[in-house]
């Protein structure tokens, strides 16, 4: 009996594994960026998200669907550790004599993204939102998983995950007047609400065509 993909990654082979990265890469990076709203942060969110991911292999469920799920929810832990990291590396750089001030480039990647006073005040609003909150925005709006997979990426109960992303609803409507769609975007917004699909981390697609 031919082994499953799941058997396959569980017993470490290198070209399934491989093929996992070729098929869900793409949407890790999107996943990433929209935790960090960083093209470069994303870039090594992805990196080490498939690093423990192999690292994990083992603790793959033999039986079951689609590995995305399990990958996002390694790439969502992998953004809060980088987070952390992130604001260490700041306090630490911050108990340094400054001699000059660094630009800011946050106009320039809203400069790159279509609709970008929306894509602002969405960024803005999101901001305000618990770290939870913003993990189930990314994960059942913009990625699109149902409750029940956001659940299992986030190792959480599927209750939680519904009490956290109604909270989101409220608060980026009480915040910014956005109302979010009901699933992962693809429908035209109405009047007032934010199409979160429009916030794609397009970059890496755009290099690898060149």
């Known amino acids: 009996m031919e082994m499953s993909v799941r058997a396959r990654i569980r017993a470490g082979d290198a070209d399934t594994f491989g093929s996992l990265f070729d098929d869900y890469a793409q949407a890790v990076y999107n ?67 400054r001699k000059e001030i660094l630009p800011d480039f946050a106009e320039d990647l809203v400069s790159r993204i279509d609709d970008a006073e929306k894509i602002a005040k969405l960024q803005a609003a999101l901001s305000r939102l618990r770290r939870p909150e913003r993990e189930v925005v990314a994960l059942c709006i913009w990625s699109g998983l149902e409750y029940t997979a956001a659940a299992q990426a986030l190792g959480t109960p599927v209750g939680t995950v519904r009490s956290r992303l109604s909270r989101a609803r409220k608060k980026l409507h009480k915040y910014a007047g956005i109302e979010l769609p009901a699933k992962n975007g693809n429908s035209n917004p109405s009047r007032g609400q934010v199409d979160v699909d429009r916030i794609p981390a397009v970059r890496r697609t755009q290099e690898e065509t060149r």
């Open 31 to 97: 996943h990433a960026f929209r935790l960090t709203g960083d093209w470069s942060a994303a870039e090594d969110v992805l990196s080490l998200t498939f690093l423990e991911a192999w690292r994990l292999r083992e603790s793959v469920d033999p039986d079951g669907g689609s590995l995305r799920p399990w990958l996002l929810g390694i790439a969502t832990n992998t953004a809060r550790n980088s987070r952390r990291a992130a604001r260490r590396h700041e306090a630490a750089i911050g108990r340094l004599p």
